[in-house]
């Protein structure tokens, strides 16, 4: 099937009116928890993962992908208007973005927010379209112990960029493995780690421990602080950026677009480190540095560019390879699991209406976004006016929902507590979740491949190196991780280190 | 930080030497055909040197100060609360139902948790229950827990 074919029945499954609904809705609930800071895709795509249920499997995913690329255009309203990034992605949109809203500039620094996110999120479906059937058909040849090396590799970049101490990010990517691989052995089917507990037998669920770790604790952590929040007063007027602006813009535009699809790409890569790249790179490149941090509009664009193209090409290694490279991702591989469906190299063989779908509704998503987001400016500045001490008891209450509806059950919304609490005391103790969920998501993966590797080479661990693929990512990550002790590259980690979510 | 990163740290060990001693206590099989246990007891290990190395980090750590400073200056009592106010729920959950338990739940924290007044609490308490109801259970088909508030009220009407 050639591209062009592909990309009409795409087009003939992303417009079909349920999952035009659908797409809508996702993008939509994208923005708004993109806007509202404390509440982001993670929890969203959580929350609304049972409602899929009843929806055809493309309309489902094509609502949750709709949530994560919605998501990276409303965190950039919060960052101009409030200075709080409703998205980590959106932190540094936060330092020139809100420079121009003090300046009387509001209007076109979200105005470029949102063209430059349409740009680049167009740019990045285009480039997904155009690498991933290379990618899949390559991927078909892959065996287990490549499928190991790249998801020791993924594990390891993500570790690598976490916040603050590389041990501890490591010690929590070895917990989350260990969470991953409680219960049924899927090998021999014995039970492991369920301490005779039937609710367990099936595993510890993915969405309890990320509600738990990312919305619970989040919750625990606000509540304990009085948050206060300076809305932008004035009237936002003139959205359509100046000849002047544009002419700033282009090549910001365009690097951050192709900066971005290249990391989100990469496992571990993702929309938080392009975008703070992008900025470093735009300021290196600019003839006044000196503006930036003072309202630069190339300070919004570049970014805004590259978070949206990182979260389009991201799909690339889920769709083709079934890794997720980010903890965002590894929800929506849950979800296409739930959906009994498995991403990966013969995703787009076994099923093109879905994979064409999807890649057709981000387009429809992405035009979708440009027109919620520029008209309806005013309704996101609203929402932002509603008290935290409202809005928290309404998250907690989607939480508690989206848990118990997964599978009807008590014991989850436990989980979801305890590990609510558990995420509360690791942010107050430096450890990042990130790690932690991607390693419970590649958990069972990761056995697997290790295992069936180990029985086609008689137990010979030379199977990961006469690969040159398998050699080559287990290099990598072995270098990443040695580089994190050497002092000189561990202060150059920290600069680049982020907070992915 | 430096008492923290002990006590974190002493707890992942504990954590590391259970698994470590569950993934042999499960077969480690061989290398040609690696048992239930093997990933286990591997990953165990592996925390368990991590989680050495963060204790000798933190033990070379100065002094610093308390583990009470985290929680300096702020409401760190409603961390506790609102974890039990959860757990309650969850257990009156099955007995009250979704309507009741939630409005019970969110009356309590609008009023508690940054005080509203309590007829403001109890009118957010009760909206807020009711829309969420009509949208995910009427709407949207979610299950939720209907709870025997009905069976125990039945017998006294009918």
Redesign the interface.
């Known amino acids: 099937m050639d591209l062009l074919s592909s990309m009409a029945l795409g087009l003939s499954v992303a417009l079909q009116p349920i999952n035009l609904l659908y797409c809508f809705a996702g993008v939509f609930i994208g923005t708004l928890v993109g806007v509202l800071p404390g509440i982001g895709p993670v929890a969203a795509m959580s929350l609304l993962l049972p409602v899929t249920f009843s929806a055809p499997p493309e309309a489902g995913i094509i609502m949750l992908a709709g949530i994560y690329y919605g998501s990276m255009y409303g965190g950039s309203t919060t960052a101009i208007l409030v200075n709080i990034p409703g998205e980590a992605a959106s932190v540094v949109t936060c330092l020139d973005g809100h420079q121009m809203a003090r300046q009387g500039r509001a209007g076109p620094a979200l105005g470029i927010a949102a063209m430059g996110s349409f740009i680049a999120g167009t740019l990045a479906v285009v480039g997904l379209m155009l690498v991933a059937p290379t990618l899949a058909r390559w991927a078909v040849k892959f065996g287990p112990a490549e499928y190991f090396s790249l998801m020791v590799l993924g594990l390891s970049v993500l570790t690598y960029l976490s916040h603050g101490s590389l041990l501890k990010a490591l010690i929590m990517a070895c917990f989350g493995l260990v969470l991953g691989l409680i219960g049924i052995d899927s090998i021999n089917a014995m039970p492991r780690l369920t301490f005779d507990r039937m609710e367990l037998v099936d595993g510890v669920g993915l969405v309890p421990i990320v509600m738990g770790l990312f919305g619970i604790a989040e919750i625990l952590s606000n509540i304990e602080r009085s948050i206060s929040r300076e809305i932008f007063a004035q009237r936002i007027t003139g959205l359509m950026p100046t000849r002047r602006d544009w002419k700033e813009s282009a090549g910001p535009l365009a690097r951050g677009s192709l900066l971005g699809f290249v990391l989100g790409v990469l496992p571990g890569g993702g929309a938080v480190i392009s975008s703070f790249i992008s900025y470093a790179l735009e300021k290196r490149l600019s003839k006044t540095p000196e503006t930036f941090g003072k309202g630069a509009i190339a300070g919004v664009a570049g970014p805004e560019a590259a978070n949206n193209a990182a979260a389009g090409s991201g799909f690339i290694p889920l769709l083709t390879l079934g890794i997720p490279p980010n903890v965002v991702l590894a929800l929506l591989l849950g979800a296409f699991i739930v959906h009994g469906l498995q991403p990966g190299p013969l995703l787009m063989l076994q099923n093109p209406n879905i994979f064409w779908g999807i890649v057709a509704s981000m387009y429809i998503g992405n035009v979708m976004l440009l027109i919620l987001n520029l008209p309806l400016i005013g309704m996101w500045v609203q929402v932002l006016k509603v008290p935290y001490k409202i809005l928290f008891p309404v998250i907690v209450l989607f939480c508690l929902i989206g848990v118990y509806s997964l599978s009807n059950s008590i014991f989850d919304i436990y989980v979801m507590i305890l590990f609510g609490v558990l995420g509360y005391l690791m942010r107050k103790l430096g450890y990042e979740p990130a790690p932690l969920v991607l390693a419970f998501v590649l958990g069972p993966m990761m056995e697997n491949n290790l295992r069936k590797a180990l029985i086609i080479s008689d137990g010979s661990f030379w199977i990961f190196i006469d690969s040159k693929l398998s050699l080559a990512c287990l290099a990598l990550a072995a270098l990443l991780l040695a580089t994190a002790i050497i002092p000189l590259l561990r202060i150059r980690r920290a600069k680049i280190a982020m907070e992915p979510g | 930080?430096r008492i923290?990163?002990l006590v974190?740290a002493l707890v992942?060990l504990t954590?590391?030497s259970y698994?470590t001693l569950?993934g042999w206590k499960?077969g480690l099989g061989?290398?040609?055909?690696?048992?239930?246990?093997?990933?286990?007891f591997w990953?165990?290990a592996?925390?368990m040197g991590?989680?050495l190395?963060?204790l000798g980090?933190a033990l070379r750590e100065p002094a610093g100060e308390a583990l009470a400073t985290?929680?300096a200056g702020?409401?760190?009592w409603?961390?506790p609360y609102?974890?039990v106010l959860?757990?309650l729920?969850?257990w009156l959950?099955?007995t009250l139902g979704f309507l009741a338990a939630?409005m019970l739940?969110?009356c309590i924290?609008?009023k508690t948790?940054?005080p509203?007044g309590w007829l403001a609490s109890l009118f957010?308490a009760v909206a807020?229950?009711l829309v969420?109801y009509v949208v995910?259970h009427r709407w949207?088909?979610?299950?939720?827990?209907a709870g025997q508030i009905k069976d125990w009220i039945a017998p006294w009407i009918f």
């Open positions: 930080m923290g990163d974190a992942w954590v590391a698994v569950d499960m061989s290398l040609n055909d690696p048992g239930s246990g093997f990933m286990f990953v165990g592996i925390m991590l989680s190395a963060a980090a985290l929680w702020t409401r760190w409603l961390v609102v974890t959860l757990a729920y969850a959950l099955p939630t739940l969110l924290l609008f948790v940054d509203m957010a807020t229950s969420s995910f949207l088909g979610t299950q939720l827990p």
